[in-house]
């Protein structure tokens, strides 16, 4: 069970492999885990054991500590507040990365923002179109059309309580990627697209 693997100078963190969407580019589809490590869960990790493996590593010589794949970390949002605010008291210079669907307040049916508040310092959010049926179209979402909207409002709940918020989208041949800038600088915030093969690992 991989639950923490390094990539460069970044600790990637596993959480779940449960996600609301079926991404037709993502890379569970094709392969198993990245970077040599399997990131297929027999059961979901407990707390306990995220923050076990967390002590087991030297957390300061890390640029960032990333919530990523493989599924989407904020349906375990407990167990990301949870370990994130180990991280945070222990390590109070580390940097706290989250790259998320976006679609927590569908998954939860509430606002799950202000949780995140004073832990994560960037969120990094896969808008991937730039209209909710070509979005539904390539993302398949559980929510069918109504995930792109409840995106763009959790894009906005993200900007009162995280200081840096990003939003990107894969340079997908299907992927209108001038609209999909001209809605970040509508909701003024960073814009990124992912390469394909970038996404091996933000997935
Ligand atoms: S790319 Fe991300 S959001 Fe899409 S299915 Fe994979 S884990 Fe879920």
Redesign the pocket.
């Known amino acids: 069970m991989t639950i923490a693997y390094q990539i460069g100078d970044r600790l990637y963190l596993n959480l779940t492999n449960q ?1 609301s ?3 037709k ?2 890379i ?1 589809r094709f392969q198993a885990g990245v970077g040599g490590y399997e990131l297929w869960f027999d059961q979901e990790p407990a707390v306990e054991e995220i923050i076990a493996e967390l002590k087991e590593e030297d957390i300061e010589d890390y640029q960032e500590v990333v919530y990523c ?4 970390p904020l349906v375990r949002v407990d167990a990301l507040v949870a370990s994130s605010k180990f991280l945070k008291e222990n390590y109070p210079e580390v940097k706290i990365r989250l790259n998320t ?1 976006g679609q927590a307040n569908l998954i939860h049916q509430k606002n799950v923002a202000p949780k995140l508040e004073g832990l994560v310092d960037i969120i990094s959010i ?1 808008l991937n179109t730039a209209t909710a049926s070509s979005y539904q179209e390539l ?1 398949q979402s559980e929510f069918g059309a109504e995930a792109f909207r409840a995106i763009i409002e959790f894009i906005k709940e993200s900007k009162q309580f995280i200081p840096k918020v990003i939003i990107s989208v894969v340079d997908h041949s299907d992927v209108d990627i001038a609209a999909a800038r001209e809605i970040a600088e509508e909701l003024d915030v960073e814009f990124r697209v992912r390469s394909f093969s970038e996404n091996e690992r933000e ?1």
């Not at 794949?69 to 989407?72: C, L």
């Open positions: 996600c969407n079926d991404c580019f993502c569970r794949g493989y599924g989407e669907n896969s993302c997935s």
